[in-house]
Each structure stands twice: as structure tokens, then as C-alpha cells.
């Protein structure tokens, strides 16, 4: 049974920093491309954030672009993002997902496994 596990979510204020991360278990890890999607209530999820198989390739969409890092640990089949200078819209909640496919812009059918969110919430 494949499952993805979210932690590292909580309450910051803006400017602050905060490292998600997301282990990973029944699937080959080296094999899946990793992200990270988030949603705000009564919005459609939007991607964040994704790192290919071999760690070679990312994306990040442009409003985290030199803010946030993402990268994996394939020995330890996990997935990272650094969030640094936190903003109040990037208050959402934050999802890992698995998935075989990689393109130059993921899209949600591209990922196969989803874990159930973190909660990341930035005060002004």
C-alpha cells in the first residue's frame, strides 16, 4: 500500500521560513516524480512545486520561484521544501504527491498518489 505522509506544516508570520517534508513507503521511490500542490479553500489546487526521479530537473511556479526549495533524499525516500520569506497568500494547504509521469509544467493528473496535507498558515 503506497502512501505519502506530509509533516512539517504550522503557524508563521511573514518573513519566516518553514521545511515540509514527505516520506514516501510502498512505492520505488527513485522511480517517481515527487511535488508539492497546495489549495486554499473554494480554489482550484495549484502546483508548487516538483522534482523529477533523478533530482536533475524541478519546477516551481512562479510566485515561490527564489523563495522556496524543493529537493529529495532518495535513500530516505523523502521529499523537502524549504519555504523561506513566507508570505500571507502562501497560507494554504499543502499536499505531497507521487507520480511515473514528468513534464516541463506537471499537472495534478500527472501524479498518481497524494498524501492528506499539512497545514501551512502565514500571519501578517
Known amino acids: 500500500q503506497v502512501q505519502v505522509v506530509e509533516s512539517g506544516g504550522g503557524l508563521v508570520q511573514a518573513g519566516g521560513s518553514l521545511t515540509l517534508s514527505c516520506r514516501a513507503s510502498g512505492l520505488t521511490f527513485d522511480e517517481h516524480a515527487m511535488g508539492w500542490f497546495r489549495q486554499v479553500p473554494g480554489k482550484e489546487r495549484e502546483v508548487v512545486s516538483c522534482i523529477k526521479w533523478s533530482g536533475d530537473s524541478t519546477y516551481y511556479t512562479d510566485s515561490v520561484k527564489g523563495r522556496f526549495t524543493i529537493s529529495r533524499d532518495n535513500a530516505k525516500k523523502t521529499l523537502y521544501l524549504q519555504m523561506t520569506s513566507l508570505k500571507p497568500e502562501d497560507t494554504a494547504m499543502y499536499y505531497c504527491?507521487?507520480?511515473?509521469?514528468?513534464?516541463?509544467?506537471?499537472?495534478?493528473?500527472?501524479?498518481?498518489?497524494w498524501g492528506q496535507g499539512t497545514q501551512v498558515t502565514v500571519s501578517a
Open positions: 504527491v507521487a507520480g511515473v509521469a514528468w513534464r516541463s509544467l506537471p499537472l495534478k493528473d500527472d501524479f498518481i498518489y
